[in-house]
């Protein structure tokens, strides 16, 4: 009895440590490594202390670092200019994701023409993107002066032009249709690639049936570029949420506070007016609207974006 | 053997690396590397300091000093950036407006002692008035190092041809008062040129309107600092006069113009005298004039701009960075220093001297605009949280610089929103 069951169950070999799939593992970790390493030391870690500085008052020239818990939120929620630098960025963000996307689809389809010299013009409303952002912004800043050039320009046809920079509404509008010009360009191309994407055969049996233009373009052009329309909608708003340079150096964040965006808020809280502590809790504010506004774009994508597969 | 060999080659790296590990930090030690952070990067500016640097590493070998230029509109905040990184410097350039944050912050190192110490100093040459904004509990914890009067300079072609007196002309018939220089400015105006310039104010750094509203007498707050009087009558009345200059007569351009009085477009400004440099040589140039400050409704008065340099007491080397602000405050190079930045010592403080150093300013404009204006000039307005005050105020100031404006309503608001950070 013995003899057979030893016979039946012939003893198990050990699995050697060293396979191909332990192999092949270990080359993934090998090859994703620096980039781990990279996000932990200038992603992670950086926003670990930011997190750590938030709950803490920090006064730079006094070299006090003091915990004060959640002071610092408090501090949020009563702020009496939050509020009015909230609306700023919504007024802002919403204002340049629908110029610069409007205006990008509109040139991509555009640009999308056979027409003589059509790389003349892309390569023309795609130049600004590679302009350096201060310099483009301070020549705009000539231009929007009230003796500068674009009130000279409408002085020709007889037109008064407002003071743009000193006007709140003209500010804000100024500021958005510089930071459209600078950056349409990116979301042009990206356009432009989705729609020479689209299979032609789709407009040729619209064509047929008779379907009309602004229809092919709703019906079919648009669902078939919907997933380009989602990424650049995601990169348009949280590179609207970081906008800096332009508020710097056209308005300080004037007049009154019209200009004054979050990132803009954060800086002169920070840098400025030496509140650390308030400015790491600020940036941790940005961090959370960032965050929710991504996850909501990107929920959206199952009912807005049409895969072919 | 292998043992022996072994035991030999252990006793020969201790034996080298004993004497190294003692004086190797000893030889460190003796190496001081000092940085100064400023805001000009003037060649002929650095060029002193470095001339004043090589003369100190001559009394002291084996220390350095190096001069770390940043960008003047943003000077504060890279410096605090600065700071706030660890990398503090060991001296520093700071602004009238900040004095009250860095001396009473506790980050500046004291003075006093070191300075009476040092031979030949004479601490008592620099006045009590030039050193007011730099001390705390009778210490002093920076050096004013360059004080330098508002004054108005004046095109005289641009005046004449549009058939108004000049400065010169109002100064000699003792009419030289805020009435006759605006109307001097509104009559170089109506010919389509520009009239007066209140130099880097550009409708958002509001503190340089102190060359004119002193005039009235009047400042943002009151002198200790606690009551914001924004909102005074004799502000009200100075502000009503700038509106109406913008405004009514044009003879201040507006918000949003960019005039430059040195170009030749402007019929006067309101700046500091080392701006001198800045007028046009050859086909350019213009007949210019430098006069005081006009009189207003209060009488005579001189506004001054003051810089100081303090030694930070964080550093590791905080002794020397103090030795060496001693060194460049001393008569001898308080001199060289007067060539560009008026100096606070009373025995410099004379047309004779400064003449040497300032070839282009006649000893009439130099006794008359600068010994007068540093001897009877008050400091610009400044605040501890100055920064935060400055912002907020200018936010609320922008409601004033518009046409139809309520100058009375706009100025209580800016006491409403100031007076709890006062």
């Known amino acids: 009895m013995t003899v057979a069951a030893k016979s039946s169950s012939p003893p198990a070999r050990k699995r050697p440590f060293w396979t191909m799939e332990r192999r092949d593992s270990l080359a993934g970790y090998l090859f994703i490594a620096p980039q781990m390493i990279g996000i932990t030391v200038f992603v992670l870690i950086p926003l670990g202390l930011v997190f750590w500085y938030s709950l803490h008052e920090w006064n730079v020239l006094a070299q006090t670092f003091r915990f004060q818990g959640l002071g610092n939120y408090q501090t949020l929620l009563s702020d009496p200019g939050l509020p009015q630098v909230l609306g700023a960025t919504a007024i802002f963000s919403v204002g340049l994701v629908i110029f610069n996307m409007g205006l990008a689809l509109l040139l991509a389809v555009l640009l999308d023409q056979k027409l003589k010299g059509i790389t003349l013009y892309r390569t023309l409303f795609f130049s600004p993107v590679v302009v350096s952002l201060v310099a483009w912004t301070i020549v705009w800043g000539f231009l929007l002066q009230n003796n500068g050039g674009i009130n000279a320009l409408l002085a020709t046809f007889g037109i008064e032009g407002p003071n743009w920079l000193r006007h709140p509404t003209t500010a804000m509008i100024s500021v958005i249709v510089v930071q459209v010009f600078k950056n349409v360009g990116l979301n042009m191309v990206l356009f432009l690639a989705a729609l020479q994407g689209v299979p032609r055969e789709l407009y040729e049996a619209a064509r047929v049936d008779g379907t009309p233009a602004f229809k092919q373009f709703t019906r079919i052009t648009l669902p078939m570029i919907s997933p380009t329309v989602l990424l650049t909608s995601i990169i348009t708003i949280v590179g609207s949420l970081q906008v800096f340079a332009q508020i710097a150096v056209l308005t300080q964040g004037g007049p009154g506070m019209s200009t004054t965006v979050l990132v803009y808020y954060l800086y002169q809280q920070a840098f400025q007016f030496h509140k650390f502590g308030y400015g790491a809790t600020l940036s941790i504010l940005l961090f959370v609207v960032v965050a929710v506004l991504t996850f909501i774009q990107w929920q959206m994508r199952r009912k807005l974006v049409f895969y072919e597969n | ?422």
Not at chain 2, 93 to 119: M, R, Y
Not at chain 2, 137 to 151: Q, R, W
């Open chain 2, 1 to 422: 053997m292998h043992t022996k060999m072994l035991l030999k080659s252990a006793t020969a790296l201790t034996g080298l690396a004993l004497p190294l590990a003692t004086f190797g930090p000893a030889l460190a030690q003796d190496q001081v590397d000092l940085r100064m952070t400023i805001w000009s990067a003037n060649e002929a500016h650095l060029a002193m300091f470095n001339e004043i640097a090589d003369g100190f590493a001559e009394l002291h070998p084996g220390v350095t000093v190096t001069f770390d230029s940043l960008p003047f509109d943003s000077y504060t905040t890279t410096l605090t950036t600065q700071i706030a990184g660890g990398n503090a410097p060991d001296l520093a350039w700071i602004l009238e407006t900040t004095a009250a944050d860095f001396v009473n912050s506790g980050a500046l190192a004291p003075l006093t002692e070191t300075f009476a110490a040092t031979e030949g100093y004479e601490l008592e040459d620099v006045t009590e008035q030039a050193t007011a904004l730099w001390r705390a509990d009778g210490e002093l914890y920076a050096y004013p190092f360059s004080t330098s009067p508002f004054a108005l300079f004046v095109n005289n072609d641009l005046i004449t041809e549009a058939g108004a007196q000049t400065p010169a002309e109002l100064i000699a018939a003792g009419e030289w008062n805020w009435d006759n220089a605006i109307d001097i400015a509104a009559t170089v105006a109506d010919t389509g040129a520009n009239g007066l310039i209140v130099r880097d104010f550009n409708y958002q750094i509001w503190q340089n309107l102190a060359s004119i509203w002193r005039g009235w007498g009047t400042d943002p707050w009151s002198e200790d600092g606690t009551t914001c009087t924004f909102a005074d009558a004799e502000m009200v009345d100075a502000m009503s006069f700038i509106h109406a200059a913008i405004f009514e007569t044009g003879a201040m351009p507006g918000p949003g113009e960019n005039v430059d009085f040195f170009t030749g477009d402007a019929a006067m400004t309101i700046t500091q005298i080392s701006r001198a440099s800045l007028l046009p040589q050859g086909d350019e140039a213009f007949d210019w004039d430098l006069v005081p400050l006009p009189s207003g409704p209060a009488g005579n008065y001189s506004v001054i701009g003051q810089a100081g340099i303090g030694a930070f007491g964080m550093g590791d080397n905080v002794d020397m960075a103090v030795e060496f602000l001693a060194y460049l405050s001393n008569p001898e190079n308080s001199a060289k220093l007067a060539q560009f930045f008026p100096p606070a010592r009373q025995s410099l403080l004379n047309a004779e001297t400064l003449g040497t150093t300032n070839p282009l300013l006649s000893p009439q404009q130099l006794e008359n605009v600068v010994v007068a204006g540093i001897t009877n000039g008050v400091v610009l307005p400044g605040h501890a949280g100055f920064a935060e005050i400055q912002q907020v105020a200018r936010a609320e100031l922008d409601a004033l610089w518009q046409a139809d404006a309520d100058v009375e309503a706009v100025l209580t608001s800016v006491c409403n929103r100031i007076t709890p950070m006062l």
